[in-house]
């Protein structure tokens, strides 16, 4: 069976031990997750004591039908993150066959493919189809009426809150699309764990079934209702980040990096040599994204303080 390279943002344990100091001391701008999270509630007791409770769970489904806009006509489910529901997906895909990925983009979908013995092709006919939308990391919108039926089509919109008028969730309407979402990214509460699968619900049956009851925990469900029923804040925060990404792109390219893409969430950069760039600052313990299929993309996700945005400033040698 093929295995497939993992490759992510994160590992400032491994960053600590080549440059120096510990992790509380760096600024992670390697991942695209959001710098100032939604603020959590406060959570009863009874949420770390007892198995999750089927009313929160009830409340969390209302609140991701109404924050998405999801039809009755559709299923939604919630999962331990986004990456259990990719992980899970190919299982309920029918027999392995080929599964097409137009990459470079973000690897886990190729991986849990492979891992249950799909082929993974980058062109050409195939039974199933992932597309991550926008791309991670490059930030392109594929188009839906380009998008043929498959007989499993997997849109991954992780990075598609910041955007959403550019959600392809209609979609899902289609017999085998399952279109994914999460509150890792935009929320900033990847530690949550907290994923969902909006599709038919014989679509969606066989992934339920596979993932079990309990596929949230207790205070995920009771956080996710929050953040999912504050649509004043995703607003709010749609425009910040907007502005900080923005902002972000007027930096790198002050200190000589072309802007290639992104979303609000992170930016790419082209440069001469992105492990030189890298290495650069992580002396200043500001650690960034490469990637192994280029010597010259860097990304960097947004700093989220104004002592941040000075210090990533000050390791770049520019001035806002």
């Not at 120096?20 to 991942?31: H, V, Y």
């Not at 891992?115 to 791309?135: E, F, L, M, S, Y």
């Not at 990847?190 to 969902?196: K, T, Y």
Request: hydrophobic share 45%.
């Amino acid at each position: 069976m093929e295995r497939q390279e993992r490759d992510h943002g994160g590992g400032l344990d491994a960053a600590a031990a080549r440059w120096g100091g510990s992790a509380s001391e760096w600024l992670d701008l390697s991942t695209g997750i959001n710098p100032v999270p939604y603020p959590l509630p406060e959570l009863p007791e009874r949420l770390w004591t007892r198995l999750p409770d089927t009313g929160d769970g009830n409340r969390l489904n209302e609140a991701a039908r109404r924050f998405w806009r999801i039809p009755p006509t559709l299923d939604v489910m919630a999962a331990n993150g986004a990456s259990a529901l990719i992980a899970a997906l190919p299982a309920v895909g029918g027999p392995a066959g080929r599964v097409l990925i137009p990459g470079p983009t973000y690897n886990e979908h190729g991986a849990a493919f492979a891992a249950q013995g799909w082929t993974v092709v980058g062109d050409g006919a195939a039974d199933a189809r992932v597309i991550v939308h926008p791309n991670n990391p490059d930030g392109r919108f594929f188009a839906g009426e380009d998008l043929s039926p498959y007989r499993l089509t997997v849109i991954d919109e992780s990075f598609c809150d910041p955007t959403p008028l550019a959600s392809l969730q209609a979609l899902a309407h289609r017999p085998g699309t399952v279109v994914l979402k999460g509150l890792g990214k935009f929320w900033g509460l990847a530690g949550v764990r907290l994923g969902f699968a909006i599709g038919r619900p014989e679509t969606l049956a066989p992934l339920r079934d596979r993932l079990g009851p309990w596929a949230v925990s207790g205070p995920g469900l009771v956080i996710g209702a929050a953040a999912l029923c504050d649509p004043g804040w995703a607003d709010a925060t749609r425009a910040r980040l907007t502005a900080d990404a923005g902002r972000l792109d007027a930096l790198m390219t002050a200190a000589g990096a072309r802007t290639e893409g992104g979303t609000p969430l992170f930016r790419l950069y082209s440069v001469e040599d992105a492990a030189r760039w890298q290495a650069r600052l992580a002396e200043a313990r500001i650690w960034t994204r490469i990637f192994p299929y280029s010597a010259t993309w860097i990304r960097l996700g947004l700093p989220g303080t104004d002592e941040d945005w000075a210090r990533l400033a000050a390791a770049l040698g520019v001035t806002e």
